[in-house]
């Protein structure tokens, strides 16, 4: 069965530090990856998706990065943090090639920034 | 611009009893919708789905109902249970585009 992991679950920052957020998946090829982020008591807001290797769409302009350096890594990275960067990062999943399929979620890295 | 709401943002419900969950889409093109289900502090979980050609799907003890003639989706639970505290999510979603728009979520409290 597919397993997505992200870590770490909990992060605090100070302002202007880098940031590395890291998340994989197990047991399926080539899967799109995209990276969320979600305010307290909202929705989620879509930052970043890949449908393969090096391939990264960006859907909110911000200092904030992604890359794919292997088929089931994604990692969400800025240089600076912000103070408006806190929030929920989750990674999702879902199979290559096939837009009506359900996104799989990891279980989020919960971001402080001080 | 199109987007996915909800129309209650909290619902407190009597333990046992059967939970409605109510969405309104507003893009006709959508033909892919999702129900999430996420407690607090993890990722969303997948629940149900339903395709456009579809107007009821049914689940273990959840039912997605959609109504695609007023773009309005429900998901129905059975015989609420405390586990069931959540918030849940719908999404959209458009055949050959990558990208799913999530409503806001609705928070679900099962009374015991």
């Known amino acids: 069965s597919q397993t997505i992991h992200q870590w770490p679950a909990t992060l605090v920052q100070p302002v202007g530090s880098p940031l590395s957020l890291e998340c994989t998946v197990e047991g399926t090829s080539n899967p799109n990856l995209y990276w969320y982020r979600q305010a307290a008591g909202r929705g989620l807001q879509l930052l970043f998706y890949s449908v393969g290797i090096g391939q990264i769409s960006s859907e909110v302009p911000q200092n904030l990065s992604a890359s794919r350096p292997q088929d089931r890594q994604f990692i969400l990275s800025s240089k600076k943090l912000l103070l408006s960067d806190s929030g929920f990062y989750l990674c999702?999943?879902?199979?290559?090639?096939?837009?009506?399929?359900?996104?799989?979620f990891g279980d989020g890295t919960r971001l402080s920034i001080l | 611009g199109e987007s996915v709401g909800l129309h209650l943002p909290t619902l407190s419900v009597q333990e046992g009893d059967n939970s409605i969950i109510n969405c309104a889409y507003s893009n006709s093109a959508s033909d892919y919708f999702i129900w999430y289900k996420q407690e607090s502090g993890k990722g969303p979980q997948f629940i149900i789905d339903?395709?456009?050609?579809?107007d009821k799907r049914q689940g273990q003890r959840v039912t997605v109902l959609l109504n695609k003639t007023v773009k309005h989706l429900s998901l129905q639970i059975a015989a609420t249970q405390p586990g069931d505290s959540a918030v849940y999510f719908c999404a959209e979603n458009i055949e050959g585009y990558q990208k799913v728009t999530f409503g806001t979520g609705t928070k679900l409290q099962v009374i015991p």
């Open positions: 999702a999943w879902s199979v290559e090639f096939h837009s009506n399929q359900p996104q799989h």
């Open positions: 339903i395709r456009s050609n579809m």
